[in-house]
């Protein structure tokens, strides 16, 4: 199994090692060298050698070219990330979800593993699985060791429910992901279980957090901030310093993605995110989002004109584009505001709020008091 892996990355050329943050950027000679290498089986080059020592710790030298190093194709195309829904089913019912319904559905592993294809083949090299919840759909391992051998640096994107499974553990310490990231929903059982309103999910994302950390697994956190959970925020940053490699906060609780304005009763007071001013968006040209069924869309929340790639393939992304860009625009009550400049929501999200007909404050600068003065 490889090493590393040197891929195009829109009109860059990358060298990055599975499991490892850190990566290195080359010049388009040394990845056609890498190529030449990996086709004639030659030594891998000394460069690469003398590199992989400093960033990662690991030695190369003596190694033939094609069994360390996996070269990805140049594909013409300018995708280099996307998320997948494996399925929108969860085995949590989290009343803050952004999706509208989290049915058991998708493709069968054949379908799964074509789909595969068209992202390598669009050049996504960054990809995360999501849903629903991943990890509890049966061909998440299959899957999962599939787009590790085309070279895909993986983002496992989970509540955190199955990772304490010795063959979980066992998965990702033989073929490491890129990042494994955990939404954490509270620091007891009663808050966590209330929360996701299923009995026993905070012992057993507990359970998963310390077998991770002992095997070595590096787990992200994300600590998500509602009103049911507020007053353990100390008691989770605690935990996140205990177990993960990296951690944030997210209280912007948004609607569904249809507009579905019921997440939003979860909001913490004094919680939403306004610092950061949306300074634009690569969703639909350099990133997309695919569905359970292989339907490609911009991003999670913008799935306007969905495009089937099971039936279009690489061809259909050429129109995402263009799908995206319309998404973009600033319509309805968006159109000539003269606060556009400082707006913090993409568009999509506005939509998202304006079909929920939320207050606001919670999206728009019009509902700020220093803003309405």
């Given amino acids: ?222 600590l998500i901030v509602t009103k049911h959970n507020v007053h353990e925020v100390e008691a989770m940053r605690t935990m996140a310093d205990e177990f993960a490699v990296a951690w944030k906060e997210f209280g912007s609780i948004s609607p569904t993605y249809t507009g579905d304005p019921d997440p939003l009763s979860a909001q913490a007071p004094g919680y939403l995110d306004k610092s950061a001013v949306f300074a634009g968006c690569p969703a639909g040209h350099t990133f997309f989002h695919v569905d359970p069924h292989g339907f490609a869309t911009m991003c999670k929340i913008g799935r306007e004109r969905p495009i089937n790639l099971m039936v279009e393939g690489l061809a259909g992304l050429t129109r995402l584009p263009a799908v995206a860009d319309a998404q973009m625009l600033r319509t309805g009550g968006c159109t000539g505001c003269a606060l556009s400049g400082t707006c913090r929501v993409c568009r999509p999200m506005a939509k998202a709020y304006q079909t929920a007909e939320a207050p606001l404050d919670t999206y728009c600068q019009h509902g700020d008091k220093e803003s309405a003065e």
């Avoid at 990055?16 to 060298?33: F, K, L, N, T």
């Avoid at 899957?143 to 640096?153: D, F, R």
């Fill in 1 to 222: 199994m490889h090493e590393v892996i040197a891929s195009p990355q829109e009109e860059k050329f990358v060298v990055a090692r599975p499991g490892a943050r850190a990566g290195m950027q080359i010049p388009g000679v040394m990845y056609q060298e890498l190529s030449e290498a990996v086709a004639g089986k030659w030594p891998v080059p000394a460069w690469l050698v003398e590199q992989a020592r400093k960033a990662w710790g690991v030695d190369l030298g003596g190694q033939r070219s094609d069994r360390a190093v996996l070269v990805r194709p140049i594909t013409g195309s300018g995708y280099s990330r996307a998320t997948w829904e494996l399925n929108k089913g969860c085995n949590f019912s989290c009343e803050m979800c952004y999706l509208p319904e989290r049915k058991f559905q998708g493709l069968p592993l054949e379908e799964k593993h074509r789909l595969l294809t068209i992202l390598r083949d669009a050049g996504v090299l960054w990809l995360q699985f999501t849903g629903g919840e991943p990890m509890i759909d049966p061909d998440f391992r299959a899957v999962y060791e599939h787009a590790y051998s085309m070279g895909t640096l993986i983002e496992v994107l989970t509540n955190g429910s199955r990772l304490h499974r010795p063959d979980m553990l066992e998965l990702f310490m033989a073929m490491p992901p890129h990042k494994v990231t955990v939404s954490l929903y509270g620091a007891s059982p009663d808050t966590f279980d209330s929360l996701t309103r299923t009995k026993g999910a905070f012992k057993r994302v507990k359970n998963g957090l310390v077998a991770a950390k002992e095997a070595g697994v590096a787990v992200d956190l994300t």
